[in-house]
């Protein structure tokens, strides 16, 4: 290959254009706007394993919330659980156990949501049969001991059953009201 300038000429127009060319494209990328990831309102939290200590007017431990998951929804102005479980503290002498498949607490934490298989238990105690009230939702009131449903529920005393539709259930002084429809037998 000869030098002349014809070639010489050509070979610069060639390493030019090409630089040219690159430096256009890295131009052209950063220039482009990021695609912004949609936001579909405020973030929250997520936990596993959730425990929440509720305490009452003094101050002091009144029940505890155990949930497998628990997820704030901030603009829903909610808490939502998974595999949910509700004690009070054993001061408080409330021998009923709750547990649900989900629940929903408001950010005003005034009551307590229980939704899809939910199940109210007393602690046995020694000889007894421990009551067993199953229904599909059921509201809490923790600050007031108070549990409540306007869902068919059934009650299992040992092998003794009864069903009814809605109920009221004071968790302190273990006293439960029902509603409506209530159909069971009892065998001696």
């Known amino acids: ?18 630089l040219l060319s690159w430096l256009w494209n ?28 509720g305490t009452g007017e003094n101050g002091q431990p009144l029940y505890r919330i155990q949930a497998g998951s628990a997820e704030e929804h901030p603009d829903e102005g909610r808490l939502v659980l998974n595999d949910v479980t509700v004690e009070y503290q054993p001061e408080h002498n409330v021998p009923w156990v709750l547990k649900a498949t989900r629940g929903e607490i408001p950010t005003d934490e005034s009551y307590l949501d229980l939704i899809g298989s939910v199940e109210l238990t007393t602690s046995s105690e020694e000889g007894l049969n421990p009551t067993i009230v199953r229904t599909t939702q059921l509201r809490l009131e923790p600050l007031n001991f108070v549990a409540s ?7 299992f005393i040992g092998t003794q059953r009864l069903d009814a539709v809605g109920m009221r259930v004071d968790l302190k002084t273990d006293n439960l009201a029902l509603e409506s429809n209530v159909h069971g037998q009892f065998l001696p």
């Open 1 to 18: 290959m000869y030098l002349n300038l014809k070639n010489i000429l050509g070979s610069t127009l060639l390493v030019s254009i090409a």
């Open 26 to 53: 890295l131009r052209a990328v950063e220039d482009e706007p990021r695609a912004a990831v949609p936001m579909s309102g405020p973030l929250g939290y997520y936990l596993s394993e959730a425990r929440i200590m």
């Open 149 to 155: 449903t306007n869902a068919s529920i059934s009650i």
